[in-house]
């Protein structure tokens, strides 16, 4: 795994100019439409969604621009996969799940909310497989974490301290022959 530790914590992810403009396009449209794996869990609930905006041209973008900088930690030439929006308010916290089984693919989230105060909880949550070991990532806005996608991780719901939505989105990356494999079963 090239020596990376994980999670890698990336501060200042964005051009601020580019955050904000990302964060001011994420504040309508929201619906209930994401929810929780339901293959893996028999019970799910349903959580924030903003489907038709991760295909927009600057979800897409700002994935491009944290591939850029993801490519230099992980010295391999990767692909954007599918970029995932998520939106959480008090009590929806997330189940673990994992969001691809294959090596050499990775999920970076970023934390999109403009302004977020940290004991408004929202924090990231991974189990480290290799240490054996929880980890989390307090939800400090345009700072993202990155790990492989095969490692359990789920987004903690905000805490009764807020009423804010707490918005993230996942990007999926995958190293060149791995995209080039799977590339005939993604709906790109």
Do not use: A
């Not at 497989?129 to 990155?146: D, F, Q, R, S």
């Amino acid at each position: 795994m090239n020596n990376i530790f994980y999670p890698l914590i990336i501060e200042n992810v964005l051009p601020i100019d580019k955050f904000s403009s990302l964060s001011e396009n994420l504040i309508s449209g929201w619906g209930l439409t994401n929810c929780s794996d339901k293959k893996r869990y028999s019970k799910y609930r349903n959580f924030w969604g903003i489907p038709e905006k991760e295909t927009d041209l600057q979800v897409i973008d700002c994935g491009i621009v944290i591939k850029l900088k993801l490519q230099k930690f992980l010295k391999k030439n990767i692909r954007l996969i599918r970029c995932h929006i998520n939106g959480q308010t008090f009590g929806q916290s997330g189940k673990f799940h994992i969001d691809s089984s294959l090596n050499d693919t990775w999920t970076f989230i970023l934390f999109c909310s403009e302004y977020w105060e940290t004991n408004w909880g929202g924090e990231f949550v991974c189990y480290n497989p290799l240490e054996k070991k929880y980890m989390y990532v307090p939800y400090i806005p345009n700072t993202g974490c990155l790990i492989p996608s095969n490692w359990d991780h789920y987004g903690s719901s905000p805490n009764d301290q807020t009423d804010n939505l707490r918005i993230s989105i996942g990007f999926n990356y995958s190293e060149e022959t791995v995209y080039n494999q799977i590339k005939h079963k993604l709906k790109l």
